[in-house]
């Protein structure tokens, strides 16, 4: 079946650490995103990348990176700049960036301590 | 800046009863309206995309309108089943990406 991998489904870091949250799809699908969801509050967009090699700064960036060396894959590090960290992050894609509906992964939940 | 805002936060309606949730959106230069679904520690399911030029879409005991000009959204979900316990957030498409509600949690009673 199609779908979006995230791993780990949890994961703990001391702070100070650099942690890279993994995310896998096998749709197809040129766009990926990153968002952060916190106890009410709606998703935050991180990063999104519509095309290989391509990767565009969402509403709260700071502190993370991303790459896209892969149509598949989409991975965020979380760096010790990130002044909150700890938080649900959900990796997200779809065809061809508008207009179509998002599919999610499962999520990584991170704490840092 | 686009604003999302879904009320009430929490839900709470005996089996069986039908039940309208809300969105409503301060831009209405959107592309589209999004629904989804969020189970506890899950990943969001999308259930219905309304493309700005529509009024409704169906899908099975769903139902969402979109009201463009007075920016609201409404999810009618007939006959409700403890199965659709859940969390149901709406999203608007525009020039900002996704701008997404913080949800309202729907507990279907038995």
């Known amino acids: 079946d199609g779908g979006i991998t995230q791993s780990p489904k949890y994961l703990f870091r001391k702070e100070g650490q650099n942690v890279t949250l993994s995310c896998e799809q096998n749709l197809n699908h040129d766009a990926m995103y990153w968002y952060r969801q916190d106890p009410g509050q709606g998703l935050r967009l991180i990063y999104y990348?519509?095309?290989?090699?391509?990767?565009q700064k969402g509403d709260i960036a700071e502190g993370y990176s991303v790459s896209r060396e892969k149509k598949e894959s989409f991975p965020l590090t979380v760096t010790s700049a990130q002044k909150n960290p700890t938080a649900f992050y959900l990796c997200a894609s779809n065809p061809d960036g508008i207009n179509s509906p998002l599919h999610f992964g499962n999520g990584t939940r991170l704490t840092v301590t | 800046k686009q604003e999302v805002t879904q009320i009430p936060a929490a839900l709470s309606v005996p089996e069986g009863e039908n039940l309208v949730l809300n969105c409503s959106f301060t831009d209405s230069a959107i592309y589209n309206l999004q629904w989804f679904r969020q189970d506890p520690g899950k990943g969001l399911t999308s259930l219905l995309l309304?493309?700005?030029?529509?009024r409704e879409q169906t899908s099975g005991r769903l139902n969402a309108s979109l009201d463009k000009s007075s920016g609201r959204s409404t999810l009618y979900i007939a006959a409700s089943q403890p199965g659709d316990s859940a969390t149901y957030l709406c999203?608007?498409?525009?020039?900002?990406?996704?701008?997404f509600g913080t949800g309202t949690r729907l507990t279907i009673i038995p």
């Open positions: 990348s519509q095309i290989v090699n391509d990767f």
């Open positions: 309304i493309q700005s030029s529509q």
């Open positions: 999203a608007v498409e525009g020039n900002e990406k996704l701008t």
